[in-house]
C-alpha cells in the first residue's frame, strides 16, 4: 500500500492524515498509518502542518517547489528558535527526549515544534515508538537534515506553476496561492 501513497503524492504532491471536507487523506486513497511511517523512514514524503495547522503529507517535489516560491522564511519564535537549534543538535529524536532538554514547558514545547512543522523548518524522518498498531510517535529533525537525505532533483524554471498544477488536481487554486505566500 505504501507504492500507493508515494504514486498518489507523486501525481497531486499533498495529502492529509485525517479526514478533511475539501482534501483527500490516508483513508479516502486505502492507505494507512503504516504506509505514512514506511515513507517517513525513507524520506520517501515531508511530514509537516502546512494545510491549516493539520497533519499533511507533502512530496518530495511539492516540498522543494513551496521552498523555491516562497522565498524568505518566517522568523522563529524564542521557542521555535529552541526547538530548532535540538533538532539540528539531536537528529531524529522523539519528542520525549527533546522536550526535558528545551528547557521550555510543555505548551512551549509543542507550540515551538508546531510553528516549525507549519512554516517547514523541521519534519519527521522516521517511526518513533509504536503506541498502538495505528499510531506511533515520530522521531523529528530539522528540514535541512531531511533535505540532506532527500535531495532535490528536480529541475523547474517555473515552480510557482508546477506547484500549482501540482496541487491544483486537488485543491482550488486560491489555496495553493495561500500556501504559496505561507
Known amino acids: 500500500m505504501e507504492d500507493i501513497l508515494l504514486s498518489y503524492l507523486d501525481r497531486n ?16 486513497i486505502g492507505c494507512a498509518w503504516g504506509d505514512v511511517t514506511a515513507l517517513l523512514d525513507r524520506q520517501a514524503l515531508f511530514y509537516c502542518k502546512l494545510y491549516r495547522g493539520r497533519t499533511t503529507y507533502l512530496s518530495r517535489e511539492a516540498y522543494y517547489l513551496l521552498r523555491a516560491v516562497r ?14 537549534a535540538l533538532l539540528l543538535q539531536a537528529p531524529g529524536a522523539e519528542t520525549d527526549f527533546l522536550k526535558p532538554l528545551s528547557g521550555l514547558c510543555g505548551k512551549d ?28 510517535t515520530f522521531r523529528y529533525a530539522a528540514a535541512e537534515v531531511w533535505e ?8 523547474c524554471t517555473d515552480p510557482a506553476g508546477r506547484l500549482l498544477a501540482l496541487l ?5 487554486e486560491r489555496w495553493v496561492r495561500r500556501l504559496i505566500k505561507g
Open 168 to 172: 491544483g488536481r486537488t485543491m482550488p
Open 71 to 84: 522565498g524568505e522564511r518566517k522568523a522563529l519564535t524564542p521557542a521555535a528558535a529552541r526547538v530548532c
Open 13 to 28: 504532491g499533498i495529502l492529509l492524515c485525517n479526514r478533511e471536507a475539501d482534501l483527500p487523506c490516508l483513508e479516502d
Open 109 to 136: 514545547f509543542r507550540d515551538g515544534l508546531n510553528f516549525l512543522l507549519r512554516h517547514l523548518y523541521a519534519t519527521a524522518v522516521g517511526n518513533g515508538t509504536v503506541l498502538t498498531r495505528s499510531w506511533s
Open 148 to 155: 540532506a537525505q532527500a535531495p532535490n532533483v528536480y529541475d
